[in-house]
């Protein structure tokens, strides 16, 4: 069981009412993903502007919205393909975009050092995600990882909170590589395995 699925269990008690609760006001559940990406957009604003604890303050806010539209959708039966297609790509734009607004301000301070690992940061997230994808087109799950979104998310958030950019930076950008890794060390497995049952 992954951290995402686990923290959802373990959340269930706080999501579902809060979910059941938008489903009545008639909140669909692709708006609360789009207020998510909205408000992530806003964060990653003020992080181009050097404002890191705002900035963080306002995209550790957004994980609970970003939790609560795959709950909606499920109370609603409505927890089907494409809304799964919908919440898995604005997860990748928010994650982008955060990354975006840190560019912006690193690259005006001039440190190159900064600029580097939001590029390897950045592509170290989007990997762990295409090798999920590529291995699903291939009719293999790969869900394994020290750094999937989940734990990036609780290492970034905080990192802007307390203003410890830098050091968020450097995580992500070593063990999201490190997470890439082992899904592909785990699909190679998972085809030995379908190859020599």
Same mark, same amino acid.
């Given at each position: 069981?992954?951290?995402?699925?686990?923290?959802?269990?373990? /959340?269930?008690?706080?999501?579902?009412?809060?979910?059941?609760?938008?489903?009545?006001?008639?909140?669909?559940?692709?708006?609360?993903?789009?207020?998510?990406?909205?408000?992530?957009?806003?964060?990653?604003?003020?992080?181009?502007?050097?404002?890191?604890?705002?900035?963080?303050?306002?995209?550790?806010?957004?994980?609970?919205?970003?939790?609560?539209?795959?709950?909606?959708?499920?109370?609603?039966?409505?927890?089907?393909? /494409?809304?799964? /297609?919908?919440?898995?790509?604005?997860?990748?734009?928010?994650?982008?975009?955060?990354?975006?607004?840190?560019?912006?301000?690193?690259?005006?301070?001039?440190?190159?050092?900064?600029?580097?690992?939001?590029?390897?940061?950045?592509?170290?997230?989007?990997?762990?995600?295409?090798?999920?994808?590529?291995?699903?087109?291939?009719?293999?799950?790969?869900?394994?990882?020290?750094?999937?979104?989940?734990?990036?998310?609780?290492?970034?958030?905080?990192?802007?909170?307390?203003?410890?950019?830098?050091?968020?930076?450097?995580?992500?950008?070593? /063990?999201?590589?490190?997470?890439?890794?082992?899904?592909?060390?785990?699909?190679?497995?998972?085809?030995?395995?379908?190859?020599?049952?």
């Amino acid at each position: 069981m992954t951290l995402t699925d686990l923290m959802r269990v373990r /959340f269930k008690g706080v999501l579902d009412p809060a979910a059941a609760f938008l489903n009545r006001l008639g909140i669909m559940p692709n708006v609360m993903t789009l207020l998510g990406l909205a408000g992530n957009v806003i964060g990653a604003f003020f992080l181009a502007q050097g404002q890191m604890t705002i900035g963080g303050l306002i995209v550790l806010l957004m994980g609970p919205i970003d939790a609560l539209d795959g709950t909606m959708a499920r109370l609603r039966g409505m927890d089907g393909k /494409f809304g799964a /297609f919908v919440d898995s790509v604005s997860d990748r734009y928010s994650e982008l975009i955060i990354f975006a607004g840190l560019l912006v301000y690193y690259v005006q301070q001039e440190n190159q050092l900064a600029i580097l690992l939001i590029y390897a940061a950045a592509a170290g997230s989007v990997l762990v995600s295409y090798h999920r994808a590529r291995a699903q087109s291939l009719g293999i799950d790969t869900k394994v990882g020290i750094l999937t979104r989940m734990e990036r998310y609780l290492v970034l958030a905080p990192a802007l909170l307390l203003n410890q950019v830098m050091l968020g930076l450097w995580i992500v950008a070593i /063990f999201a590589h490190v997470t890439a890794l082992q899904r592909i060390l785990d699909v190679r497995r998972q085809f030995r395995e379908m190859m020599n049952p």
